[in-house]
Every structure is written in structure tokens, then in C-alpha cells.
């Protein structure tokens, strides 16, 4: 179903006209009221004028997080203080608070966003949804909320934590969709087998995840355990919430990225340069309708490709693969780089572990050493040490050999490593580098 026929439609040439006309105006918005962007536009040289296509965007600065914390909280918003009806933020793991203001019309904008993914996804007004992401300042669960709204479906607004009360919650009121993060969906799963509660026999058939990166060998595991389809959703704070991107079910691959919304690049995170479409780099992201605190080029942090190529489902907006990472998630081990996501890969790929994982990294004498902790399925944890002792030894080749990094193998009681409701912390970095 589509919420918005005509947008999500639109022809290729008719939607870069309409980016233009937006990218134009929103550059005169910023440069007019946010004296941050008219010190960054002169400080280059460029004036809103001066943009006179698509490809002008390249010569405009870019944005990134440091910013929105230096004028924290209200430093780059566009419009006066009686326009912002809403206020969300993002606390992040290290350093201030960013805060993110909405005008009424971001905030529509956001629902319609989140709805056009969601019901892309499949979900109708005839589904229950067990909304598990945090409500209140972070924006998962009342993103993914306005969305499932917006479709008018029955919204359950579970929120974070309280583990088996949830579980009983999807059972009682027959759940149809589960959003939350891939790791809290898999924590739910064991709760319920606990509790006598089997996923597959639930009603439930979607799952809308995100918020934490997860692989694709996750998503295998996860739609064998829980029967479900499990649905990718990307979104992050500073651009608005759940909802910038997010897989169509036809296809299940890349996830569309609405751009009547947004101008997404991709560029290479050291040079800063441009990279074409398939290529994979940093995603930068240009809010082209927002008035709140509209973005101008910012850097995400997130590393992805674009895709082009048209999509079976119909809709033209391009998509973006699956995240593969942080440029700054990404791992230095004795200079080998590696990203958790890649050693999620091997470990999903293993038969006998449990998705439950930890990578602890700490330096001894000078040198860096990464401990892979990882639980066990309960049947293999009941079995002879000497499988598993193999097991240990072929995880260990694998990654050498996949990823060049060796490594320390502690296979883990099940249910020994710690659960979370929000996003996972798979990486303990106990060196000390500052
Ligand atoms: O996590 C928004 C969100 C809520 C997205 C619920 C999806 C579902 P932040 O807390 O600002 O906002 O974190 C944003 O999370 O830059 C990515 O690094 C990561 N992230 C979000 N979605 C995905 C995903 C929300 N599907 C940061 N895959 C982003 C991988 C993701 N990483």
C-alpha cells in the first residue's frame, strides 16, 4: 500500500526538479535566519543564490554532530521559539546532549515518513503494533508510533524494558508487528520460551528493527526463531527520527530513502569526496523540507551505498544497503580494521551459537588483543567439551582468515552475557587511547 501515491512515484526528473526547488529554498531559509550557516555558506563563498542544480550541493559545507552539540540547545534552529512544538534529543555515548526542535509540520512530515515505510512493510490499519522502542526523549518509539498512527493501526505503547510483562502483553493483545531493536526483539524470544510463550505460535508476522546495526545472517536467524519477516528501519536523531529509510517488503533489499525529504550522498569519510552510486562510503544527508533545524550536508557517521536501480515495488526513491557500520564503530586491532558487524556475520554463520555476543578489546603489553565472548545454544552448551573446544578453534580460523585479526574465543553459558532493551553495547573497549 502506498500512503502517498503520487510522492513515492514520482518520476525521476520531476522529483530532482522538486529537490532543487526545495534545496534552493532551503538554503535561503538558513542563510536568512541561522547566523551559524551564513558564517559557514560566506566563510566558502557561496550564497543560496548561487544554487542553480543538484550538483551545486557538493560545494555547500558540510554539517556534522559537533555542531548541533556547540550550539546546543536551540543555537541552529531556523524558526522563532513559539513555531517549535516539540523537542527531542539524543544523548549519544560520549560527550553533551544534541537537541533536536520540531515545528508542527516536521513533525507531520516525520509521521507521514515513518507511515510510508511501515506500510511499505505491509502493516494496515488492520494490524496491532507493539511499539518497544523508548518513548520520551529518544526518538524510536514515538517515531515509530506516529507512523503506525498515521496508517491508523491499534498502537501498543510498550516502550523499553519490563522484558516478560512484554511478552505476555504480545501474547494478550495478539500483536501483529514488533518494533523495537534486533537485539531487545531476540531478548523478548528467550523471555517467551521461558515462559512457555513460542514466538511462532503468536500472531505476530513482522518485525520492524533498527536503532543498532544487525547483519543479514541476524535477520535469517531472527525470521527462523520468531516467524516472522524482520524489516529494516533506519533513522537517526539529528534528521528526524525512525523513518528516513526503510526496506519495502516487496524487494526486502535496500532500504528506500524518501527523497522528496532528503538528498543523500555518499561520501569517501577520509576525503570528503563524492563517490558514485554502489560505491560504499559515509552517508551524508541534506534535510530539504525541514524547518525546525534543517541540516544542511550532514555527516552521519554511517557507512552505506546507494542504489539506484529500480526497485519492484514501483517506487522511484532510491535506497540505501543495509548500514554496514560506523566510521567511527570500526575497529582497529593491531591495524587490522574490522567492524562488529563483520564478526556478527561469522559468528551467526556458526551452528551452535546463540546471536548474544561481546567484543572485549583491551591492550596488553603494548599490544592490542580482541576476546570474542559469545553464548551457546543450551543443546550444544549440554554437550561434550570436545565440540566445543572445536568450535572455539574454527571460530577463531574463520575470522583470522575472513578478517586477518586474531582473536580469543570464550564461548559463554547461555543467558551469561547482559540483555538490553535499547540499543546492544557489543563493544568493550578497555584500552586506554586518549
Ligand atoms: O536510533 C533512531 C531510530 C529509532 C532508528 C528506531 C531506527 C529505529 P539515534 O539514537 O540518533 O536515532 O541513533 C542513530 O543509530 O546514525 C546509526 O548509526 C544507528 N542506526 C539507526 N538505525 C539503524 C539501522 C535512532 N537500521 C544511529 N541499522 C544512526 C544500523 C542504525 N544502524
Known sequence: MLINPKMETLPRDELESLQLRRLQ????????????????????????????????????????????????????????????????????????AVALSYTQRDLDNWKECAARGMASCGITRQDTVHVAYGYGLFTGGLGMHGGADYIGAMVVPASGGATRRQVHLLQDFGSTVLCC????????????MEEGIDFKELPLRLGIFGAEPWSEAMRREMEEKLGIDAMNVYGLSEIMGPGVAMECIHAKQGLHLWEDHFIPEIIDPVTGENLPAG????????????????????????????DDTPCSCGRTHVRI???????????????????????????????????????II??????????????????????????IQDLEKNLQKTIKEYLGVTTRIRLMEPNSLERFSGKAQRVIDKRNLA
Open 181 to 192: 531493536t534486533p537485539s531487545f526483539a531476540m531478548h523478548l524470544y528467550e523471555v517467551g
Open 362 to 387: 583491551e591492550r596488553e603489553k603494548d599490544l592490542d588483543t580482541l576476546e570474542v565472548r559469545v553464548e551457546v545454544n543450551s543443546d550444544l552448551f549440554a554437550d561434550e567439551v570436545r565440540r
Open 279 to 306: 560505491e560504499q562510503g559515509e552517508l551524508v544527508i541534506t534535510t530539504i523540507t525541514k524547518e525546525g533545524v534543517p541540516l544542511i550536508r550532514y555527516r552521519t557517521r554511517d557507512l552505506t551505498s546507494i
Open 25 to 96: 529554498n532551503v538554503c535561503a531559509r538558513v542563510y536568512a535566519n541561522v547566523p551559524f550557516y551564513r558564517k559557514r555558506f560566506d566563510e566558502v563563498g557561496i550564497k543560496p543564490d548561487d544554487i542553480h542544480s543538484l550538483d551545486d550541493l557538493k560545494r555547500l559545507p558540510f554539517t556534522e554532530k559537533q555542531d548541533l552539540r556547540d550550539n546546543f540547545p536551540f543555537g541552529l534552529c531556523a524558526v522563532p521559539r513559539e513555531h517549535i512544538t516539540r523537542v527531542q534529543a539524543s544523548s549519544g555515548t560520549t560527550g553533551k
Open 321 to 359: 544497503t543495509r548500514i554496514a557500520g560506523r566510521t567511527d564503530d570500526m575497529l582497529i586491532i593491531r591495524g587490522v580494521n574490522v567492524f562488529p558487524q563483520q564478526i556478527e556475520e561469522i559468528l551467526m554463520s556458526s551452528k551452535g551459537l546463540s546471536p548474544n555476543y561481546q567484543l
